[in-house]
């Protein structure tokens, strides 16, 4: 009978209070499980948020030194070399990360497999300093690497080229799993199909599995760009110059203060959030069928 | 036609041992078995989609192990249709003849006649994803006809679908294979479209092939109990031959003596295997018969299913009849009814414990 007064009458009867009433609602119809849930999410995001609004509140109280500083040429170059650098290190990912993460996700189960898995992983698991000094040892110009390729004109040490294979290096992990995860998801079948029907591997491959995941093609180039582009420490090992963004803020910072290097932190976090912001709106509209699998 | 010679491959912890069989042009070759027996790897393997540890596989006389499925002139239909999601439905019946290099044009009408045949030209732009089952199973097929295969692999083509659609399937099927004379090879473990569609067939039960030849002796006369059980008949008693009088024995199971028809000697074991559709009931003393097996016994149970009934009797052992509803109530049989109980000696396939 409560039930029913509850629902249909937005009055509360004699000797009832609506403080009453919604507690009443809430224990009965609220799921408290994902009640939590949403507070303690909340709470990650928050900090984030906070931490946004905090150098928002700073930053959008002086303008004018806030365009002064994003006008700059050295903080447009280095905003452009980051991300250009970090997208070359993506097509270079794609190029071979692509074929890895295939081989990957078809091949059985086996020892040598797990061991070139964790080998993918080991990026992640490095402290950046150290990934960027085994970089640094592999692409000097001394390195193994490093001395027959300078030997034909391809430097690495403080040169475009040492940003680009440290960014790759650190941000290798994100995408060959996020592509290898999708092309677990395209049923073998589907390939089999394919072949049956006269397709040789690579037709197959173009034509079915790789149509199929592009959505994680995608959503891996676009986490592993992230992370390139907010790479640092593995950076400075090999190329502290030309700068990148995330060089150039602690330049400023060890050399012009706080003022000014929040700026330029402020200017990055603005264009970084509008680029992903048109990359994850593309997603939306990519590879539409593969839900469909 | 393709010829498996004593066929050995392993996936994990399931494997194929020792495969040998034969499928000639034309045929409509079944292959059943209980679910996890390995039919699928089979046809698989006929595919080139596995490659054998031991054994040779011969198409026309040549030796075809290590050729790759593109050039083996096979087309594959998956149950679960494996269409190409990213693909229309005309790109899909398109697909074989693209990458086989068809001309455009040429394609083209090749797959708008394709289309009209199965009835799907009106869902040529549409995708897989928002199709039936019925109508992404012919789609599969086109594709598969498309590139005019040798032989036509069919993985379960019929579970999925309802019973009605099942029906205008199996008749596009036979249609399939009486007018192009495809040679199709089709998993299944159902007897009745086995009964249905199958010329040959392979009996395969944990990764052996334990029977193989035309379906009518396959399905009518089983080489052994588990073939027999596998293929749903529905009384198979074991028990020894007493006496045989030139090929008609007396065999003793659990007390009641059965005449068959068999080589078997004296004291041979042997497997009783009785249709339930053969077994003949009928109230009162009725032992006057030209039947040679007539016994008392007592109804256990009566299950209709449809317009037949499955009567089970126990006249010192068990035996299952199929009967007419309209019979079951013009005998009044109900659980606890006396009958009498007679099968001909000819309707009873006798598996001798050698074979």
Redesign the interface.
């Known amino acids: 009978m409560k039930t029913e007064a509850l629902s249909t009458d937005p009055f509360p009867a004699d000797g009832e209070t609506i403080v009453t009433r919604w507690k009443e609602h809430l224990g009965r119809y609220t799921d408290w499980c994902t009640v939590w849930f949403c507070i303690m999410g909340a709470a990650l995001v928050g900090v984030t948020v906070l931490a946004i609004v905090n150098i928002a509140t700073t930053e959008l109280a002086d303008p004018a030194h806030l365009l002064k500083v994003a006008a700059t040429s050295e903080v447009i170059g280095s905003i452009l070399l980051t991300f250009g650098a970090g997208a070359n290190a993506v097509l270079l990912l794609i190029l071979f990360g692509t074929p890895l993460a295939y081989v990957l996700a078809r091949s ?1 189960p086996s020892r040598f497999k797990g061991v070139v898995e964790s080998i993918v992983d080991i990026p992640l698991i490095l402290p950046h300093t150290v990934a960027g000094l085994l970089v640094y040892l592999l692409f000097m110009r001394r390195g193994w690497l490093g001395a027959p390729l300078s030997d034909v004109g391809l430097a690495f040490e403080d040169a475009y080229p040492g940003t680009v294979i440290a960014m790759l290096f650190v941000a290798s992990p994100f995408f060959v799993n996020t592509m290898r995860e999708g092309f677990e998801k395209v ?1 073998v ?2 390939e ?9 591997t690579f ?1 197959t491959f173009r ?2 599995t790789l ?2 995941s592009l959505r994680h093609m995608y959503s891996g180039a676009v986490l592993a760009w992230g992370r390139a582009i907010g790479e640092f420490a593995g950076v400075i090992m090999i190329a502290y110059y030309p700068f990148i963004i995330s060089t150039l803020i602690y330049y400023s910072f060890t050399t012009d203060g706080i003022h000014t290097s929040r700026s330029i932190a402020f200017t990055v976090i603005l264009v970084s959030f509008g680029v992903f912001y048109l990359l994850r709106r593309m997603t939306r509209y990519l ?1 539409r ?2 839900d ?2 | 036609m393709i010829a498996f010679d004593r066929v050995s491959l392993a996936l994990g912890s399931f494997s194929l041992n020792d495969v040998s069989l034969t499928i000639d042009r034309g045929d409509y070759y079944f292959i059943v078995g209980p679910s996890g027996a390995g039919k699928t790897v089979l046809l698989e393997a006929i595919a080139g989609l596995h490659r054998p540890e031991r054994g040779r596989i011969l198409l026309r006389g040549e030796e075809i192990t290590a050729l790759p499925p593109e050039k083996r002139g096979v087309a594959l239909v998956y149950q679960d249709y494996s269409l190409f999601p990213n693909m229309t439905v005309a790109d899909n019946v398109c697909y074989g003849l693209r990458v086989r290099g068809v001309h455009k044009g040429e394609a083209r009408g090749e797959v708008a006649g394709l289309l009209e045949r199965f009835g799907i030209d009106h869902l040529a732009d549409r995708y897989p994803g928002t199709l039936s089952g019925g109508e992404q199973q012919r789609v599969a097929l086109a594709r598969a006809v498309a590139v005019k295969p040798d032989i036509l692999l069919l993985d379960e083509p019929l579970s999925a679908l309802d019973p009605v659609t099942q029906e205008k399937f199996i008749a596009d099927l036979q249609r399939l294979h009486r007018e192009d004379g495809l040679t199709i090879v089709q998993v299944s473990h159902s007897r009745r479209e086995a009964h249905l569609l199958a010329t040959r067939m392979a009996v395969i039960i944990d990764g052996t092939l334990v029977d193989e030849g035309r379906a009518d002796a396959v399905l009518n006369a089983p080489g052994s109990r588990e073939v027999a059980s596998f293929i749903g008949i529905e009384n198979i008693l074991d028990g020894t031959v007493t006496a045989n009088d030139g090929g008609h024995a007396r065999v003793d199971v659990g007390g009641r003596t059965f005449e068959a028809l068999t080589d078997a000697a004296a004291g041979e074991e042997v497997t009783l295997c009785i249709r339930a559709d053969d077994v003949v009931l009928a109230v009162g003393d009725g032992r006057r018969s030209s039947a040679r097996n007539t016994m008392a016994g007592t109804v256990v149970s009566v299950a209709e299913n449809g317009p037949i009934a499955e009567v089970k009797v126990n006249s010192g052992v068990e035996l299952t009849a199929v009967l007419t509803r309209r019979s079951v109530r013009d005998l009044s049989l109900v659980p606890g009814t006396p009958v009498t109980l007679s099968v001909k000696a000819t309707a009873i396939h006798v598996i001798r414990s050698f074979s």
């Open positions: 059985r049923p079948h589907l089999n199909v394919a072949r049956t029907l006269g397709a040789g037709t034509t079915v149509p199929l590879g069928y593969d469909r699998v």
